[in-house]
């Protein structure tokens, strides 16, 4: 067995663990699983690390097992939670779990010769056993002044609307997964977020009363960015793994905009990069900043690793087409997903008609300039570029069969500057 902990080790993954693991892992080859949260039909980043821990994991030679809390995702995990969430149907469920499957398929090899991960739902096993069952063989090895000390508990029991039971449940219900993946798999370790710590340990202690046998835990660390925000939060809202909810391209972007002091940690953590070569990107981030080389590494990286190569190749076209780059080669979806968040305004088709409209009249309707004056000299002075090539010619008009399929118009001002005119 490849030496798995030491790989999480310098990797930054590890925030705590049970005594013993390491010789653990060393000499058996070993199960674990990581649950993930199905309240959407996608995943977001924030379930990159653990989705790599399990990455990780299998590349060692030991046999991951990602659960799809089917029956947990019913009740809602209070961890980290200021108020309780909105419960899901079966049916919401259902649809969640089909595209959080094709997600964990992008990086979890389920046909693997010696260790084929495996994709369980839990409500497989919760949604069977009878409450009356439930409370006698599991409930009565659980203290309620233990539970009542849990920082997750203890965190809503002080705000005013207080915890439902419901959730007050939701450690016991997590504990009973560990013991039935012990159960059916021999699963002896279980990871997650710092957060889980206190779910995690009690699982542990189920088995150990009930089975008399060893179990364990590593927990990853909480990743907050450089300015003390949540990993994962942006102001243009979640980055999700879905490409129809999130683009290759705008997935690609928000790697390539990586904060340079949080550019090395995310390659450890998100990237299947050797030690010696993150090193290298670390000396050209120091040294060269400006050139983005670790910036666009990890982009490359992580896009191909989730999207594939092709949508790799188009998204790396999309931003040579922001950064300057001749546009030629995408549909209309990828335009305007390119420059969703550029200024627009929209243009009668019929007037592009005939002789075409005077790019000035355009730039003053688009207000890329406040009048025909401004918009001449700045015609004049080189910093106008129509579909990114610099126009030189202040009486340019513009027809039909300049507009993108038709339909848009890409204008630029100096390096960085669009607007997009839509022709309706």
């Not at 947990?72 to 969430?85: H, I, N």
């Not at 991960?117 to 409930?139: C, H, P, Y």
């Not at 089975?211 to 909480?222: Q, S, W």
Request: overall charge neutral.
């Amino acid at each position: 067995m490849q030496d798995f902990f030491n790989e999480l080790g310098w990797r930054g993954f590890i925030h705590s663990f049970t005594p013993g693991i390491e010789k653990h892992l060393l000499e058996n080859q070993v199960t674990a699983y990581i649950g993930f949260d199905p309240t959407a039909s996608s995943l977001h980043i924030g379930s990159l690390l653990p989705i790599m821990g399990l990455v990780h994991f299998q590349k060692a030679g030991h046999i991951p097992i990602a659960i799809a809390g089917g029956g947990t995702g019913m009740v809602g995990d209070p961890s980290g939670k200021t108020q309780e969430r909105k419960l899901l149907s079966l049916e919401d469920l259902e649809a969640n779990l089909v595209g959080i499957k094709k997600q964990l398929s992008q990086f979890l090899d389920f046909n693997a010769k010696n260790n084929p991960a495996k994709l369980v739902n839990n409500a497989d096993w919760l949604t069977k056993i009878s409450m009356m069952e439930f409370l006698r063989d599991v409930g009565k090895h659980f203290s309620v002044n233990e539970m009542l000390a849990k920082e997750s508990v203890k965190a809503r029991i002080e705000q005013e609307q207080g915890m439902s039971f419901t959730e007050f449940t939701y450690s016991l219900l997590q504990s009973y997964d560990y013991l039935e993946l012990y159960d059916r798999y021999k699963c002896t370790l279980q990871m997650g977020g710092s957060d889980q710590w206190g779910n995690i340990t009690s699982g542990i202690d189920l088995i150990r009363r009930l089975r008399g046998a060893d179990a364990h835990a590593i927990v990853f660390p909480l990743i907050t960015t450089s300015t003390g925000v949540k990993f994962g939060k942006t102001e243009g809202g979640t980055i999700w793994l879905d490409p129809e909810r999130t683009s290759p391209y705008r997935f690609y972007q928000y790697w390539y905009n990586t904060d340079d002091r949080d550019v090395v940690k995310y390659l450890k953590y998100f990237t299947l990069l050797p030690e010696e070569k993150i090193k290298e990107l670390e000396k050209v981030a120091g040294s060269a900043p400006e050139k983005r080389d670790a910036q666009i590494t990890l982009a490359q990286e992580v896009t191909r690793m989730l999207h594939g190569e092709t949508a790799l190749d188009q998204a790396v076209k999309a931003s040579i087409i922001f950064f300057g780059g001749e546009i030629k080669d995408v549909s209309e979806k990828e335009l305007v997903d390119i420059f969703s968040d550029v200024p627009s305004t929209e243009i009668p088709k019929d007037q592009l008609g005939g002789a075409g409209l005077p790019l000035i009249d355009i730039m003053v309707t688009a207000r890329v300039a406040k009048s025909k004056g401004e918009a001449r000299r700045a015609i004049q002075g080189g910093g106008i570029y129509l579909e990114n090539i610099r126009v030189a010619d202040v009486e340019k008009k513009v027809t039909v069969n300049d507009a993108f399929h038709g339909k848009f118009i890409v204008l630029r001002k100096g390096a960085r500057n669009y607007w997009l005119v839509k022709v309706v």
